[in-house]
């Protein structure tokens, strides 16, 4: 074995070792006694003359103040349990040894993630907040998370933080609306996970979150605009994609608009609708590589005679086959989920402190895990285990890399299904740069 292999071997060894020691060193206490479920969200609703309903009021209100002095009430510490796929990234770092193709090693998303948390913690326990802190590592196995929670070893947590995955996600979202504990979700930006769950909270803003911020954005910034919406036809998500988009942009339309909205599913179709005279923006509802290779090309040969730019996902800034100079001719749009400014000072600060530690620069997913780690610590020291009171509250932006807002988002029958992060940014490809221009 290479002395490289071995360093590599002996350093994801001591990290598992460590989570592993770490949770068996605070065991959290055994439930003695299940409270009763008391279903906080609802308002308090008293009909007039009607002696029964005065009752339930006044009972619904006495729990209530009940939970403040006991379940909700402010403590010296706190405990957060992190779920996360750590045995994934040991089994391709084993697997590529094997094959003696270590270079081609990238980390998954759970060991950055949490050495971004780390890096959090460091700094809550400069501002003095006290945390007990417990990981377990499960696969992207529901069973396995199943087993978990059957363990009773999350019946004492404060905040869960994960899983990542949505397989894992769906029993431990149920667990955490049963057992009314708050449950914040790091990379899922699905919204079908649970259903009328207040202890649900969604970091990573859903597609239609935006869609709808980057509709607001067009909407609200142009006054004569001739917007066209491209997808495939006979691609039922694609489809989809393109009337969600469309129903976002109606939503938006304020009376002076004076502009179209079109759809097309081919080339031709698109080269028609495009007017000249007026600004045209081009919405791809795809993310297939092919296709838009072939539509950019296209798109960029129409842009030497109209005023043409395009938006998208970010999911094709991945794609091999797309030239970066198509992109930059049509002003290439998108929205970003989660947006840090690369030259802000705190990023800086936390990207040297990451370094400093770790001896490698940090990833998005370590961006992440320090922001969501940072500030559930922060709720909690100021809140106490009711971390919703505190999501219109100042927020320690001094440190915070990313926008955090999290917003109730609510069904047809005004019940909160969940709460969610809406802090889209669009950015836009300037000189092979991208700036934002919109949050």
């Known amino acids: 074995m290479s002395g490289n292999k071995f360093i590599i071997i002996i350093w994801i060894s001591i990290l598992f070792s460590a989570c592993n ?3 068996q060193a605070r065991k959290p206490a055994p439930v003695v006694e299940e409270e009763k479920k008391v279903e906080v969200q609802k308002e308090i609703t008293i009909v007039p003359d009607t002696t029964q309903a005065m009752k339930d009021s006044i009972a619904i209100a006495k729990k209530l103040e009940d939970l403040e002095k006991t379940k909700w009430a402010k403590k010296d510490s706190y405990k957060i349990a992190f779920i996360l796929p750590f045995s994934i990234d040991a089994e391709e770092l084993y697997y590529l040894m094997d094959n003696e193709n270590v270079t081609t090693y990238q980390p998954l998303a759970a060991i950055t993630f949490y050495e971004g948390a780390l890096q959090a913690l460091d700094t809550l326990r400069k501002m003095h907040v006290n945390l007990e802190v417990f990981t377990f590592d499960i696969a992207k196995d529901s069973s396995k998370m199943q087993q978990l929670i059957n363990s009773g070893s999350l019946d004492a947590m404060d905040v869960l933080i994960g899983p990542l995955f949505n397989e894992c996600l769906i029993p431990a979202a149920q667990f955490a609306k ?38 607001s954005y067009l909407q609200n910034k142009r006054i ?7 997808y495939q036809e006979g691609m039922a998500l694609e489809q989809k994609l393109a009337e969600d988009f469309k129903s976002a942009l109606k939503g938006n339309m304020k009376k002076s608009y004076s502009g179209s909205i079109t759809l097309a599913t081919t080339i031709s179709e698109l080269q028609d609708s495009i007017k000249s005279g007026m600004e045209n923006f081009i919405f791809i509802a795809s993310l297939d590589e092919l296709f838009i290779s072939k539509l950019l090309r296209s798109i960029s040969l129409a842009s030497r005679n109209e005023n043409i730019s395009v938006i998208g996902l970010s999911g094709i800034l991945n794609f091999e086959t797309i030239s970066l100079d198509y992109l930059e001719s049509l002003h290439f749009q998108y929205p970003e989920s989660y947006y840090i400014d690369p030259l802000a000072p705190r990023t800086l600060r936390f990207k040297n402190d990451f370094i400093a530690k770790y001896n ?12 969501i780690t940072l500030y559930t610590g922060f709720l909690l020291n100021a809140h106490g285990p009711d971390i919703r009171k505190g999501f219109n509250s100042a927020k320690p932006t001094q440190y915070l890399l990313g926008p955090l807002h999290f917003a109730k988002v609510k069904n047809a029958a005004d019940s909160i299904e969940y709460f ?11 000189n092979y740069r991208f700036e934002k221009i919109a949050d």
Do not use: C, H, W
């Open 360 to 371: 490698a620069a940090p990833d998005d997913y370590a961006a992440r895990g320090f922001d």
């Open 21 to 23: 020691i770490f949770q």
């Open 224 to 230: 004569v605009t001739n917007t066209i919406i491209i």
């Open 420 to 430: 969610e992060n809406n802090g889209v940014t669009l950015l836009r490809l300037s």
């Open 178 to 215: 049963e057992k009314e504990i708050f449950l914040i979700s790091p990379l899922s930006p699905s919204s079908s996970i649970t259903e009328k769950n207040p202890f649900y909270v969604l970091m990573n803003p859903t597609l239609s979150t935006q869609l709808q911020k980057t509709a």
